[in-house]
């Protein structure tokens, strides 16, 4: 019932959203589109919607959207071809507001300054590795007008823990703020799961899938006979360290220093010895690949892997001398990653186990780099290693949420397999060689994207699965569940398998995912069309994709020469 205290708005569904004066204390609130989960597909999704004059809830379960550009602190994974194609309009804006964040905002040199490609860590992995707190701040700005203009509420450290559902629609999300308790009810017209694990998923009772498929479901050449639910990608605690040579930042030894210190993986194929030191499985070939590391940069090995550089989020070259006394590097190797169980489809005991026990991994690493680790000079351990708790923006130095490489996946109208992205599979499909064989064309697609099919090791024990794969479309179909109306995939659950998340799990393509969710849920919404209908009706799906385009997603990929 309302009250004087309350006020009306009428949404663009033409329902009454009702917002109390205090959303501090508003039990229930109303909107077009509720966005569960604030990661990189959850932002994307809600600036989607609310372009196209939504109302919009977007929840998120720490105190920092981004996901994995900011919370899980994880420069951005990308393709060659990213600076010139290869992403939406809106992805593209926000990289630029990245570097002009930087230009605007940091003491860079002027060469740096005027680098049109301004890699501020200039690490190896992306174009543009930065710091996590540059997204925050570009993210927050880029929703900062909806919140003011109060089409957009931002539900900060809250989690969803019931749903209710009606036949095959989702009537209301219900969410618990992990501060205080308190719960509040979502009522929308679409509900998008944004979150890292697909948490709305068994929930709402939505069909949908974990782990390995086998071969006799999906027909994929690296699957295994017998399907492996529980078997999932490690994830990874990361953090970040810069380097003070004259310093002592040694941390107290972990208390399970001294099993990772010693633990060999038991993987298929074999690890090559401990964890814990400067050689690990090349995830292509699977032979021994020794890497280095060296924080002064004095030796130079080529052809071999400076892990000091590999995700360097700052170098300080880049700045006015005397700015930063260090680089800074962002620490998400084979060291740290986990897999020793899993974080979803089990008590949250055992979850907040394994999670505990992914901490006291990247802890050892670090404290066996500080005290043990072997340096190129002869010598063992980099005292001056510090850890950069204010650039993770946690009491513990580590990123405030672990790094998700796999989350539940829904079962859904079109499952994107290893046959219509592979390379090697694809050439088996179509008889064509490798320089003209390309991915399969979706009629559906609303976006494109690219990278390998990289699955790293995983709790059922497999080693490394990398293999090639071709620039991609992104279907309609792998965002709409088979059966329930109203709730679409946003992030990396998908309809994608275990194999083929190794290549649609990265940045650009679960911001795409996340943009395309939060589009279509905005053209149902205003042409009465519910997604479903969109796909398999030719007039209607002709006229989103236009709307697509028009918006700036790239559906196709043209033949370019990167620059």
């Known amino acids: 019932m ?75 994974d990308e393709h060659p ?65 909806y919140v003011g203009g109060g089409r957009l509420v931002v539900l900060l450290r809250h989690k969803p823990v019931r749903a209710d559902t009606e036949r095959d629609f989702v009537r209301a999300v219900a969410v618990r703020s992990l501060e205080t308790g308190a719960e509040r009810i979502l009522h929308a017209s679409y509900f998008l799961d944004a979150t890292e694990q697909g ?12 782990g390995f498929e086998s071969r006799k479901q999906t027909g994929e050449p690296h699957a295994p006979e017998e399907a492996q639910p529980a078997n999932i990608q490690a994830f990874t605690v990361c953090f970040a360290m810069d380097y003070r040579p004259n310093e002592d930042h040694t941390i107290d030894r972990p208390e399970e220093y001294a099993f990772w210190r010693d633990y060999v993986p038991q993987l298929r194929p074999p690890w090559p010895g401990r964890l814990l030191s400067w050689q690990m ?8 690949r020794p ?4 924080p002064e940069l004095k030796t130079d090995k080529p052809g071999v892997l400076n892990l000091w550089l590999y995700r360097r989020i700052a170098n300080r070259r880049n700045f006015v001398e005397g700015a930063y006394a260090s680089d800074i590097t962002l620490v998400n190797w084979p060291q740290n990653d986990y897999w020793l169980g899993n974080l979803h489809e089990v008590s949250e005991e055992e979850a907040a186990r394994h999670l505990r026990r992914a901490k006291q991994l990247s802890l050892s690493l670090l404290y066996w780099m500080q005290t043990e680790a072997p340096r190129p000079d002869g010598g063992v351990g980099w005292r001056g290693l510090r850890l950069r708790p204010d650039i993770t923006g946690s009491e513990d130095g580590l990123a405030k949420y672990p790094y998700i490489r796999e989350s539940r996946r829904i079962q859904a109208e079109f499952t994107v397999l290893e046959q219509h992205v592979g390379t090697d599979a694809r050439m088996q499909v179509t008889g064509k060689s490798r320089e003209e064989v390309t991915a399969e064309v ?7 994207g690219s990278y390998r099919i990289d699955l ?43 194999i083929t998340n190794g290549c649609y799990r990265l940045h650009p393509v679960e911001w795409n995912v996340g943009e395309a969710a939060g589009a279509v849920a ?42």
């Open 442 to 448: 979706f009629a559906d697609s609303v976006g494109v």
């Open 281 to 288: 499985t090349h995830p292509v070939t699977l032979q021994v």
């Open 2 to 76: 309302l009250t004087r205290r309350d006020f009306v708005l009428q949404s663009a569904a033409g329902a009454l959203l009702v917002v109390p004066r205090s959303l501090a204390f508003a039990r229930e609130l109303r909107c077009d589109v509720a966005v569960i989960g604030g990661g990189t597909g959850g932002c994307a999704a809600a600036l989607a919607a609310l372009r196209q004059g939504m109302s919009v809830v977007l929840t998120e379960e720490t105190d920092w959207v981004g996901g994995q550009l900011t919370a899980q602190a994880v420069p951005p």
């Open 456 to 498: 790293h090791p995983s709790t059922g024990g497999d080693n490394y699965i990398d293999i090639s794969s071709l620039p991609f479309q992104i279907p309609l179909g792998a965002l709409i569940p088979r059966r329930v109306e109203n709730l679409l995939a946003a992030a990396k659950n998908l309809g994608v398998t275990h």
């Open 81 to 145: 071809w990213i600076e010139s194609f290869g992403a939406t309009a809106l992805y593209r804006s926000y990289r630029r507001a990245v570097r002009a964040y930087y230009r605007r905002h940091y003491p860079l040199t002027s060469e740096a300054r005027a680098r049109e490609h301004l890699n501020p860590g200039d690490g190896n992995v992306s174009r543009l590795c930065h710091e996590p707190r540059v997204s925050l701040a570009v993210l927050e700005a880029m929703l900062a007008p």
């Open 522 to 563: 905005a053209h149902a919404i205003r042409t009465k069309n519910p997604p479903r209908r969109i796909r398999n009706t030719p007039k209607l799906l002709e006229e989103f994709q236009s709307s697509l385009r028009a918006q700036g997603f790239e559906l196709t990929w043209p033949r370019l020469t990167p620059r």
């Open 199 to 210: 948490d709305l998923l068994p929930l709402t009772k939505t069909e949908y899938v974990t």
């Open 291 to 294: 890497v280095s590391f060296d």
